[in-house]
């Protein structure tokens, strides 16, 4: 069923991608608000309770429908919710047009617009840019966007979708991303901010829960890339940026295509657009390296080109290795 689900979910959402602002992720903004304002008092234990109630709550709740379904109707319409749940937290068209858009004003020589796409997209201070910077800031941003709204999701889905606990699984990664990005905006604006424990408990688990799928994304990475140097550049670079979990899938991507990232950080002006979605961004506005950087060529605009198959071949393989696993399954 798995396989099946994430197909339809696929191709659902490349036919009829969920727009911007939609009721579904309108509702779980307002839900991460009410959470956060009823339940954040501020202490570590009380940042852990709203956290659990903001994301482990849906997930359970997207399992025991799902339960439901499977014993009370039968598994078509199950494998339908399944599709459902899918459908609203997986999908590249969530955030590819930022890149289309901007990978067509470089390759049409418009710099100045690709720095306002740029801007607008991130919410962050480009100033003058140079061309370089530029795609390499939409590699990062773009890697990053597609580990977060199709690999992630792929990983967690996929692992309890064996013991069939599959959406709770989509969701909860989801859930996770969001409540600590969208938390942390709300502090930034000082509109109903949250506190620092609640920030520090969603920070952490999102780091854990992340751990695991940005790893099985950097192993798919070097698989369809250049497998010894992306290998060799997550050992050796990934520790050199912020964030472990962005750092291993960015050092990866940096040896499979060769290209050269890290280097002096977009600064953040105001809170990033995707922060009023449940679709993440890339970073989420979060200046995303440090000054250090990966060896390999500098970015140039075929480099974008590199990152579309890269990470089409990696969900070919994801599907490859699910159509595997469920024909086993079947014929065992």
């Known amino acids: 069923m798995s396989f099946f689900a994430i197909l ?7 036919v009829r991608p969920l727009g911007e602002h939609n009721p579904i992720h309108a509702g779980l903004r ?3 608000r009410w959470v956060s304002r009823n339940f954040d008092a501020g202490k570590p234990q009380h940042g ?17 429908i799902h339960w439901a379904l499977m014993l009370l109707v039968g598994w078509p319409l199950a494998m339908l919710w399944n599709v459902a749940v899918l459908y609203a937290t997986l999908g590249f068209r969530q955030f590819s047009h930022h890149f289309t858009e901007i990978r067509d004003a470089l390759e049409a020589g418009d710099e100045q617009l690709a720095r306002q796409l740029l801007a607008r997209w991130q919410r ?6 140079p061309r370089s ?3 390499r800031h939409v590699i990062e941003y773009s890697v990053l966007a597609a580990h977060r709204h199709v690999f992630g999701v792929l990983a967690w889905y996929s692992v309890l979708a064996a013991f069939g606990f599959g959406p709770a699984g989509a969701v909860l990664y989801r859930m996770a991303e969001f409540v600590a990005r969208y938390w942390k905006y709300r502090n930034r604006i000082q509109v109903q901010p949250a506190s620092e424990a609640l920030q520090s408990s969603a920070a952490g688990a999102w780091a854990a829960i992340d751990w695991i799928p940005a ?29 472990d979990n962005d750092g291993v899938v960015l050092a990866a991507t940096s040896g499979a295509i060769n290209v050269r990232l890290g280097g002096e950080a977009l600064k953040p002006v105001f809170a990033p657009n995707s922060s009023q979605s449940f679709a993440a961004s890339g970073m989420g506005g979060e200046p995303p390296l440090d000054t250090a950087t990966t060896p390999g060529r500098e970015a140039e605009t075929q480099h974008l080109r ?26 065992g």
Do not use: C, H, K
Request: glycine content about 4%; cysteine-free.
């Open 306 to 331: 590199s990152i579309v198959g890269l990470v089409w071949r990696s969900v070919v393989l994801w599907m490859v290795l699910l159509a595997l696993l469920t024909l086993a399954r079947l014929l």
């Open 133 to 135: 910077e530029i795609v």
């Open 30 to 32: 307002v839900w991460a």
């Open 48 to 64: 852990w309770v709203a956290w659990s109630l903001a994301v482990i709550g849906p997930a359970l709740l997207a399992l025991a």
């Open 215 to 243: 790893r099985a994304t950097a192993i798919a990475f070097a698989v369809v890339g250049s497998f010894e140097e992306a290998i060799d550049s997550w050992r050796n670079y990934a520790q050199r940026f912020p964030n």
């Open 8 to 14: 339809f979910a696929l191709l659902l959402e490349q």
């Open 124 to 129: 962050v201070d480009v100033g003058e840019l």
